[in-house]
């Protein structure tokens, strides 16, 4: 090679390497295409470490579940134990009473109205369009369950026509419960000569067959008094979104 053409050569290569260095025109496309490669390696990145975490995290959760369940397990067929020596002494004592709870998981479908959280339709086996029947979220209470056209409707505890009967109170203090479309509860017709005040819990009193007795349902924040009746404003314990289960409790006794 001449020292001509090695000279014109050096030239074009100065220009090329000084235009990409100091000239922003020329700078774009190549930083643009750097730029690419770079984002789309680190979204690779990403990407790879995020499967890998949600496996490792999904084989964690899984487990959790599975000792969970187990304990539920566990208990039961301790509480089916305690219900048939409870059935046994019924007998004994030529009591017609029995003890044969039934629960169901059950799983939310939609909301029945866009907008409206409170109302969810529900799927539920051997469905019994007749009764009313409760319904918990992680031993909280959540609502209850209607039947609307034939079909099992969910109206959570703000619903306004979510209604079941509560004790209040150390003493017991019967009422009703319903929803009033917000972050509260209302219970009525609390008997004027109960003590009632903020602080106190809120049970199911089961007196009206939805639910056990005991459930909790929230706190007393405020009392009023008006016509020999009380009326307690509650703050529910259940303030969860709609999750995708439910358990129903299709019978009490």
């Known amino acids: 090679m001449n020292k001509g053409l090695f000279s014109f050569f050096f030239i074009i290569i100065a220009l090329i390497v000084g235009a990409l260095y100091y000239t922003n025109t020329v700078q774009s496309p ?18 790879a ?3 890998v ?3 490792f995290f999904q084989a964690a959760h899984i487990a959790t579940l599975e000792e969970k ?8 067929l301790v509480i089916t134990a305690l219900s048939f020596e409870l059935n046994n002494i019924f007998l004994e004592n030529h009591s017609q009473m029995q003890v044969k709870p039934e629960i169901e998981l059950v799983r939310t479908l939609s909301y029945q109205a866009f907008g409206d959280f409170n109302r969810v ?9 007749s009764r009313i029947y409760g319904l918990v979220y992680n031993n909280l209470v959540a609502g209850i369950v209607i039947s609307e056209n034939q079909r099992p409707l969910a ?5 306004v026509k979510s209604s079941y009967s509560v004790y209040v109170g150390k003493n017991n203090a019967p ?21 009632v005040q903020e602080g106190d819990r809120v049970v199911t009193s089961g007196l009206d067959e939805i639910f056990f007795q005991g459930l909790n349902v929230g706190k007393v924040i405020s009392v009023t008094k008006s016509q020999g009746y009380q009326t307690a404003i509650v ?7 709609t999750p995708n289960y439910f358990h129903m409790i299709k019978k009490v006794k």
């Open 53 to 55: 975490e949600r496996h």
């Open 155 to 159: 109206l959570l505890n703000s619903d």
């Open 175 to 195: 009422g009703i419960v319903h929803g009033n479309n917000s972050n509260h509860l209302v219970v009525k017709f609390i008997p004027a000569w109960f003590l």
């Open 121 to 129: 339709w529900l799927e539920v086996e051997d469905y019994n369009a």
């Open 235 to 241: 703050e529910p314990f259940y303030k969860a979104n």
């Open 30 to 47: 190549f930083l643009s295409l750097l730029n690419g490669i770079r984002s789309h390696y680190h979204n690779s990145i990403a990407f």
């Open 69 to 76: 369940l187990k304990i539920y397990e566990d208990n039961h």
């Open 49 to 51: 470490a995020g499967q």
